[in-house]
């Protein structure tokens, strides 16, 4: 079965400045994705980013970046020039790409960012 | 394209009691996934709907949850009999399968609060 890891449960930046969101992930398959979601206080799950294992350039949207090493199975999301609304719950999650077949996301516990002015 | 809408935002209820919880899909998506998630945890996947038909239930789905599809547009879930340990925030997603990828985008969740 598949299982993500987010080893840190709080952390937090000064504006303008960058940080760097850890997730490990243990799966047997070599086809699958891998997101980051955002959820802001008392406010709705928010797709930040999306990598394909297949693919190896990391992904990049915008401030957002991810480093994702398939050998070590892990997927790091870095965040840079942080901005106050960057606050919020990050959650890592993994998805089995399957044609046809039931494709939920396996979630990591999260980790709180807080960003301070 | 407003997005996943759900309702209501907030539900409290009596333990014992029946609820009802609506989502709306983004219009053209065919994938409708609920999930459910506990203060500081992640989501845990319940049910998930491929156009009308109910492809899978988690074992977390007791058979006092039931979840229906009707043509393919709206989904509902119900969870009768309600015990404290359903209150939640109740997620619903729904995505566009194109040649095997997907993204699931969600709605802004019910939070149900069982006394």
């Known amino acids: 079965a598949q299982t993500v890891t987010q080893s840190q449960p709080e952390m937090s930046v000064q504006e303008a400045e960058t940080v760097t969101l850890s997730c490990t992930y243990d799966?047997?398959?070599?086809?699958?994705?891998l997101f980051w979601y955002k959820q802001p206080p008392s406010r709705q799950m928010i797709l930040v980013i999306r990598q394909e294992a297949y693919k190896q350039q990391n992904a990049t949207e915008n401030r957002f970046s991810v480093n994702f090493q398939k050998a070590a199975k892990s997927f790091s999301l870095k965040i840079s020039d942080s901005q106050l609304g960057d606050t919020a719950m990050y959650f890592c999650a993994f998805m089995k790409p399957r044609a046809g077949n039931n494709r939920k996301l396996i979630w990591g516990l999260g980790t709180s960012l807080a960003v301070n002015p | 394209d407003t997005g996943v809408s759900q309702n209501p935002r907030h539900k409290i209820t009596k333990r014992g009691q029946n609820v009802t919880f609506r989502c709306d899909p983004i219009?053209?998506?065919?994938?409708l996934y609920w999930y459910r998630q506990t203060l500081g945890q992640g989501p845990e996947f319940l049910t998930y709907?491929?156009?009308?038909?109910?492809?899978?239930k988690s074992r977390l789905l007791s058979d006092r949850f039931s979840a229906e599809r009707p043509k393919g547009s709206f989904s509902t879930l119900e969870i009768q009999r309600t015990e404290q340990g359903d209150s939640a925030m109740y997620l619903c997603?729904?995505?566009?399968?194109?040649?095997?990828?997907?993204?699931?985008?969600f709605g802004p969740g019910t939070r149900l609060l069982v006394l």
């Open positions: 799966t047997s398959e070599n086809n699958y994705y």
């Open positions: 997603a729904s995505s566009l399968e194109v040649r095997s990828q997907e993204t699931q985008y």
């Open positions: 709907f491929q156009n009308e038909a109910q492809l899978e």
């Open positions: 219009s053209e998506h065919n994938r």
